[in-house]
Nanobody, 122 residues
Framework: VQLQASGGGLVQAGGSLRLSCAASGGTFSTYGMGWFRQAPGKEREFVAAISWSGGTTNHADSVKGRFTISRDNAKNTVYLQMNSLEPEDTAVYYC????????????????WGQGTLVTVSS
């Protein structure tokens, strides 16, 4: 499975962005999908995950109420809608695919995209 993330950019605090991750080369609807992020000098951390059908989602406490993960299996794409962005959200955002579920640990994910940079200015 190949994953291509897009939609990052520079935004002011309080603004919004929507990230997209297009999948190819596999049966998208059989993979749980996740978003992770990595800020400079920090570990890569879980942001959100969604089940195969999209019926179950999980968001990190730090983004709950501000970010929303969703997917469109007809388009082989997973999204991350980010609202009320804060400077602390500045990071490279990665999408990932999980053959076995939609967990929070990085090691559960089998395929990773290349990342897209989100910069939030204060």
């Amino acid at each position: 499975v190949q994953l291509q993330a897009s939609g990052g950019g520079l935004v002011q605090a309080g603004g919004s962005l929507r990230l997209s991750c297009a999948a190819s080369g596999g049966t998208f609807s059989t993979y749980g999908m996740g978003w992770f992020r990595q800020a400079p000098g920090k570990e890569r951390e879980f942001v959100a995950a969604i089940s195969w059908s999209g019926g179950t989602t999980n968001h990190a406490d730090s983004v709950k109420g501000r970010f929303t993960i969703s997917r469109d299996n007809a388009k082989n794409t997973v999204y991350l809608q980010m609202n009320s962005l804060e400077p602390e959200d500045t990071a490279v955002y990665y999408c990932a695919a999980d053959r076995g579920g939609w967990g929070t640990p990085r090691y559960e994910y089998d395929y990773w995209g290349q990342g897209t940079l989100v910069t939030v200015s204060s």
